[in-house]
């Protein structure tokens, strides 16, 4: 049987390819640019890479007129202008537009659960985006989901969070609002469930865990798992906006996706129906058991996939790819060639293992407060970190970098900036041999937006020339801590 599966890169569609592979299904993936899939997945033959943009009609002739079912996978909590509704929704309508020329017999949609009388901006775009789902004339089988729980996603990040770095809380009163957790291994255990399960088709099902609970309670039993003691008092003052900045200054969300996930968290998202249970029966974790499964996925640096990793929008909305070479024209640098006497592979693999927790070598402090600041004007900060300690690729954040290169073969990492600067600015470290000679080459590129693009790099340019060379300096010297 052969599959189509929309956002192969996303969250969801990372960790559902495989479990589509393993039980024997021939699986299409659409992406807006191949590159950065081939990098980082090794599927064989049973896997064919499309190119397709939805809202560019003309590319999603691509899409293999024999396929059987679909998923669409396809959305955004992070897009804030007035056309977000009509782009999701035209997006929505161009996909069924092309889907209704194949042979395919379903569309599977995961979606959020849209109970309540009042929906956010967000919630009632996915609503608008099954209706045209709906009204395809395609058997149809969706999927409505409250937050999702695993290592990784953006409702446990926050969590985490929030309990990890707060004794004390002085939150909004929606940390009062219900919900139903659901784990992440029990939503795709029901994507694969409902595929070609005619019990399914035309049906729209809430799936959820076994508990209600409020987004307090949700925080203190995390804190309750984690051995740590937490309080949480609420106050009716803080409006939609102090409470995305709060949201914003306190945990890794960049403040156009935490502004999204405040209107949405106003909102109670409760199953009221639980004809899935007839349908794919499965005992779903309960959502002390999800904590304690994503814990396990973080000790073991087994993340599979990343909210963090979606594209930013505003930055990098377009393909992040484009990047990869870093132009020569219209630019400022500034360079570091750092010699050094000990094994190659050893300052390489000081390279790979920058940002996250080992930080970055030297002053860490202002690079704590760079990124304290870039969050102070909405920026993504240093918070994020990264998927994985031990493993780099193509598309990975890297706190307040993206990661456009990771070349073990070649020893060269190549980054982008997502931090707010008034231009655009590369980072690349690589290891090079010269006449016999080992040296760590790291360059900082800068391309100007205007006049205060320019402004900027010059008054940054004292602290560039203390911090890339201590940081040079440090890479080519640290040696890790071994494990007693």
């Given at each position: 049987m052969k599959i189509l599966l929309t956002g192969a890169n996303g969250y969801i569609g990372t960790r559902l390819l495989p479990v589509l592979l393993e039980q024997g299904y021939e699986v299409v993936c659409m992406v807006r640019d191949p590159r950065r899939f081939a990098l980082e997945s090794d599927f064989g033959e049973k896997v064919k890479i499309i190119t397709g943009d939805l809202l560019k009609p003309e590319s999603l002739q691509n899409i293999p007129n024999d396929i059987e079912a679909c998923y669409y996978l396809v959305h955004s909590m992070s897009g804030s202008g007035k056309d977000f509704s009509d782009?999701?929704?035209?997006?929505?309508?161009?996909?069924?537009?092309?889907?209704?020329?194949?042979?395919?017999?379903?569309?599977?949609?995961?979606?959020?659960?849209?109970?309540?009388?009042?929906?956010?901006?967000?919630?009632?775009?996915?609503?608008?985006?099954?209706?045209?789902?709906?009204?395809?004339?395609?058997?149809?089988?969706?999927?409505?989901?409250?937050?999702?729980?695993?290592?990784?996603?953006?409702?446990?990040?926050?969590?985490?969070?929030?309990?990890?770095?707060?004794?004390?809380?002085?939150?909004?009163?929606?940390?009062?609002?219900?919900?139903?957790?659901?784990?992440?291994?029990?939503?795709?255990?029901?994507?694969?469930?409902?595929?070609?399960?005619?019990?399914?088709?035309?049906?729209?099902?809430?799936?959820?865990?076994?508990?209600?609970?409020?987004?307090?309670?949700?925080?203190?039993?995390?804190?309750?798992?984690?051995?740590?003691?937490?309080?949480?008092?609420?106050?009716?003052?803080?409006?939609?906006?102090?409470?995305?900045?709060?949201?914003?200054?306190?945990?890794?969300?960049?403040?156009?996706?935490?502004?999204?996930?405040?209107?949405?968290?106003?909102?109670?998202?409760?199953?009221?129906?639980?004809?899935i249970k007839k349908v794919v029966p499965r005992n779903c974790l309960s959502y002390k058991e999800a904590l304690k499964l994503a814990f396990e996925k973080i000790e073991q640096n087994s993340i599979v996939s990343s909210w963090k990793d979606a594209l930013n929008r505003g930055y990098l909305e377009t393909s992040f790819m484009d990047q990869v070479k870093v132009p020569q024209n219209g630019t400022v640098e500034y360079k570091v060639k750092m010699p050094f006497e000990r094994k190659a592979e050893e300052v390489f693999e000081n390279i790979w293992g920058i940002g996250g927790s080992r930080g970055w070598y030297y002053l860490d402090w202002l690079w704590s407060l760079r990124g304290f600041l870039d969050k102070m004007f909405g920026g993504v900060g240093t918070r994020r970190g990264r998927t994985s300690n031990v493993s780099l690729q193509a598309g990975d954040v890297l706190d307040f970098w993206r990661v456009l290169l990771a070349d073990k073969a070649h020893k060269r990492l190549l980054l982008y900036a997502e931090m707010k600067v008034p231009g655009e600015a590369w980072l690349e470290l690589k290891v090079v041999q010269h006449h016999n000679k080992s040296y760590l080459s790291q360059i900082a590129t800068f391309r100007p937006h205007g006049l205060w693009g320019r402004v900027y790099w010059y008054a940054m340019f004292p602290f560039h020339l203390v911090l890339f060379k201590g940081m040079a300096k440090q890479i080519t010297t640290y040696k890790p801590e071994l494990p007693s």
């Open positions: 782009l999701e929704l035209q997006s929505a309508k161009n996909f069924v537009n092309a889907i209704t020329t194949t042979q395919c017999k379903q569309v599977i949609y995961l979606t959020g659960i849209v109970n309540d009388a009042e929906l956010s901006k967000h919630l009632s775009s996915r609503l608008a985006v099954e209706d045209e789902l709906k009204n395809s004339g395609i058997n149809y089988s969706i999927l409505r989901a409250a937050i999702i729980i695993g290592s990784g996603s953006a409702s446990f990040e926050i969590i985490r969070d929030l309990a990890e770095k707060l004794p004390v809380m002085v939150a909004p009163k929606w940390v009062r609002t219900k919900c139903q957790p659901i784990a992440i291994r029990d939503v795709l255990g029901y994507l694969c469930g409902v595929l070609a399960n005619e019990q399914a088709y035309k049906q729209v099902f809430d799936i959820g865990g076994p508990d209600i609970l409020t987004y307090k309670q949700m925080i203190l039993q995390y804190a309750e798992s984690r051995g740590l003691k937490r309080y949480i008092f609420t106050v009716p003052v803080l409006t939609p906006k102090l409470s995305s900045l709060w949201l914003n200054l306190v945990t890794a969300v960049p403040y156009s996706l935490a502004r999204s996930l405040v209107d949405s968290m106003k909102v109670e998202v409760v199953c009221q129906n639980d004809a």
